[in-house]
C-alpha cells in the first residue's frame, strides 16, 4: 500500500468525535480496500427531550427515529457515535436538570424524587430549555451543567462516596463527547457542496443528507475559484478555509502536485 502514495491529504476536525464520524462517513462511502470494515463498529443514536407533562425527560434512540413532527413537545439532537457514551452523557444531565421528575401524573414516586430534587412540574419549561441549550452546544449552558456535576462529583469525594464521584466524573468524560463541536454529520440538512481557497488550492467538500462524506483538491486561481467559494454557506466557512489552508500547506511541504492533481 505505501509504496502506492502518491500524494497526501488530510482534514482538519474540531474535535475527536468530528473526526470519528468523518472517517466512519468515508468508509462506508469508500469501502476503501484496506479496510477490513464497512464503517465505523460505534452504534449510531441520538438524544431525544421531551417536555410534555405525560412523558418528560430525557432518552437515547437509535437511528433513524421516527417521529411525530406535530409533537411541538420534542426536539431531537445529534447524531452521536457510541450508544453506550451517549447513554452516560445523559445520566449526567438527567443528574444536573432532572427533567424527568417534573412529570404532572399520579406516579408518587416520581413525586418523592422531584421532592428530593427540588423540582416539580413547574419547573419543566425551564429545565427543559436548559437541556436544549446544552444540547445545542450553548457555552454559557454547557459550562452551568460542568459545573454542577463538579460541585456533585467533589460532594461525593468529600463524603467518602467514592463509587459516586467516579460514576459522576465519566458521566462528565462522556458530557464532553456530546457537547463537543462536530459537524460531520447532522440529523437534517440539504445536500451541499462547500469550498475553501488558499494560495492557489481549492478545496471543494461534498455533505449528503447530512453527512460530510467526501473531498477533492484542484489547482485553481481565485477568480476559477470564486464560483464554488460564492455557493459555500456562511457558517462553513472557517471550517473550509481553514482546511484550504492546510491542504496548500501540505502541497508546499511535499514540493507541488502531481501533474493528475493540476489537470482534476
Same mark, same amino acid.
Given at each position: ?140 449552558? &454547557?459550562?452551568?451543567? /460542568?459545573?454542577?456535576?463538579? @460541585?456533585?462529583? *467533589?460532594?461525593?469525594? !468529600? =463524603?467518602? #462516596?467514592?463509587? +459516586? ?13 456530546? &457537547?463537543?463541536?462536530? /459537524?460531520?454529520?447532522?440529523? @437534517?440538512?440539504? *445536500?451541499?457542496?462547500? !469550498? =475553501?481557497? #488558499?494560495?492557489? +488550492? ?17 489547482? /485553481? ?44
Amino acid at each position: 500500500m505505501v509504496p502506492g502514495i502518491t500524494e497526501i491529504e488530510a482534514v482538519e476536525c474540531a474535535s475527536e468525535h468530528e473526526a470519528a464520524w468523518l472517517e466512519r462517513n468515508l468508509l462506508e462511502g469508500w469501502l476503501p480496500p484496506w479496510n477490513r470494515t464497512a464503517g465505523g463498529q460505534e452504534v449510531a443514536v441520538c438524544i431525544r427531550v421531551d417536555s410534555s407533562a405525560r412523558s418528560p425527560g430525557i432518552a437515547v434512540l437509535h437511528l433513524p427515529v421516527a417521529r411525530r413532527a406535530e409533537d411541538s413537545a420534542v426536539r431531537y439532537f445529534g447524531p452521536y457515535l457510541g450508544g453506550a457514551r451517549v447513554r452516560l452523557a445523559a445520566a449526567g444531565l438527567h443528574r444536573a436538570l432532572p427533567l424527568r421528575y417534573t412529570f404532572d401524573g399520579q406516579s408518587s414516586l416520581l413525586r418523592e424524587l422531584g421532592v428530593s430534587r427540588g423540582v416539580d412540574a413547574a419547573d419543566r419549561d425551564a429545565l427543559a430549555s436548559s437541556l436544549c441549550a446544552v444540547l445545542a452546544r450553548e457555552p454559557a449552558a &454547557v459550562a452551568g451543567v /460542568r459545573g454542577q456535576l463538579a @460541585e456533585l462529583r *467533589d460532594s461525593a469525594a !468529600a =463524603g467518602e #462516596a467514592y463509587e +459516586v464521584a467516579g460514576r459522576i466524573q465519566t458521566e462528565l468524560a462522556a458530557l464532553e463527547w456530546v &457537547v463537543c463541536e462536530q /459537524r460531520a454529520a447532522v440529523l @437534517e440538512a440539504p *445536500d451541499v457542496r462547500l !469550498a =475553501g481557497w #488558499a494560495d492557489g +488550492v481549492l478545496v471543494r467538500f461534498d455533505v449528503r443528507a447530512g453527512r460530510l462524506c467526501g473531498w477533492r483538491q484542484f489547482a /485553481r486561481s481565485r477568480r476559477q475559484a470564486e464560483p464554488w467559494l460564492a455557493g459555500t454557506p456562511p457558517e462553513w466557512r472557517e471550517f473550509t478555509e481553514r482546511n484550504a489552508d492546510l491542504a496548500a500547506r501540505l502541497r508546499a511541504a511535499m514540493g507541488g502536485v502531481s501533474a493528475e492533481f493540476l489537470t482534476s
